[in-house]
């Protein structure tokens, strides 16, 4: 184990660099905090040409989102580190240390690089894993998609395919009807209830069986799907719910608790269960969108700059009372 230092290199280090990342990072340098930035992926939202129901944000895409919060965030004094944190390891607290303050962690990244910092703010996000399906892969994020909250309004009143790969797939084709009257819900392998089909019935919402072959396109376009029978079913966009899983073990490392789901446990104020351990975006909530993820930054920002300032406090009182102490003592 690594001893606490009397000065870490870092207030703050942030894993991950998306939107939640980079709002945490912008609120803390702002906060004359010394923060990093450490990011090794893309983000979740990465396929998609263009990002949607974000205030004032809305058809930017996705890259430039990220590349003008990075330089909002560098321009105030944020750092960026491009690797991939391959442990996070507590750091022990020395005799010398401050009774009830922190000691922080060694975060061991890639090419033999240690950080030490105060505090971590999870934001690593998670990965969508589609069904084994030939071509949806190929149109993930362009006419395969999952959210009609970001991207329904593109494709309102089209013929619109929802496949039937989730528990929660009849949910979803209820709601995208709230986009165009043509739904056509496709049950592939998973079959659906009575009640279910006299639900998707009573919203106008065909419903065809038989197994999914493959996702029929031609040039930049979704023509349709085909079923293994030959059946060809005409469509202009795809909706459909992936598996979605966590891009790292870093919460289990650190001993964050999860829910029943497998999401990390927060409180309101994004911290987890984990002294000195925040989490934001889709490590907490797997739907929240690009904007949800950034005010889970800024709220886990104000938080853990508080808990900072309570530190900073009770060191300086410490200090204070040694040294006057040690004056008294000649």
Not at 135 to 157: A, I, S, T
């Amino acid at each position: 184990m690594i001893e606490s230092r009397t000065r870490h290199e870092y207030d703050v280090t942030v894993i991950g660099g998306g939107p939640g990342g980079l709002s945490a990072a912008l609120v803390l340098a702002r906060s004359c905090r010394a923060v990093t930035v450490i990011n090794s992926g893309v983000p979740r939202n990465s396929p998609s040409p263009h990002m949607h129901a974000y205030l004032t944000r809305d058809g930017m895409t996705p890259d430039a989102l990220i590349e003008t919060g990075r330089a909002e965030a560098a321009q105030h004094g944020a750092r960026f580190l491009d690797a991939h944190v391959q442990d996070i390891e507590p750091l022990t607290a020395r005799s010398d240390d401050v009774p009830g303050v922190h000691p922080g962690f060694a975060l061991h990244l890639d090419g033999g690089v240690t950080v030490t910092t105060r505090r971590v703010i999870l934001a690593t996000g998670l990965r969508d894993e589609l069904p084994d399906i030939p071509g949806l892969r190929q149109r993930w994020g362009k006419d395969v998609l999952f959210c009609p909250y970001c991207h329904g309004y593109e494709v309102r009143d089209r013929q619109l395919a929802v496949l039937g790969t989730h528990t929660s797939s009849v949910d979803q084709a209820l709601l995208v009807r709230q986009w165009s009257k043509d739904i056509i819900y496709l049950p592939h392998a998973d079959p659906i209830t009575d009640e279910q089909h006299r639900t998707l019935r009573a919203r106008g919402i065909h419903v065809a069986d038989g197994l999914v072959k493959r996702l029929v396109a031609e040039g930049d376009r979704v023509q349709g799907i085909e079923l293994d029978d030959g059946t060809s079913v005409p469509c202009d966009a795809v909706f459909v719910f992936p598996h979605m899983v966590p891009n790292d073990g870093l919460p289990e490392r650190l001993g964050c608790e999860r829910n029943a789901q497998g999401w990390v446990v927060t409180e309101p104020s994004q911290k987890t269960t984990r002294d000195g351990v925040y989490a934001v975006g889709n490590l907490v909530d797997p739907r929240a969108q690009a904007i949800v993820a950034a005010g889970h930054g800024a709220t886990a920002a104000f938080h853990l700059n508080h808990e900072l300032v309570d530190e900073d406090t009770a060191i300086d009182l410490h200090r204070h009372a040694t040294h006057t102490s040690a004056n008294a003592d000649r």
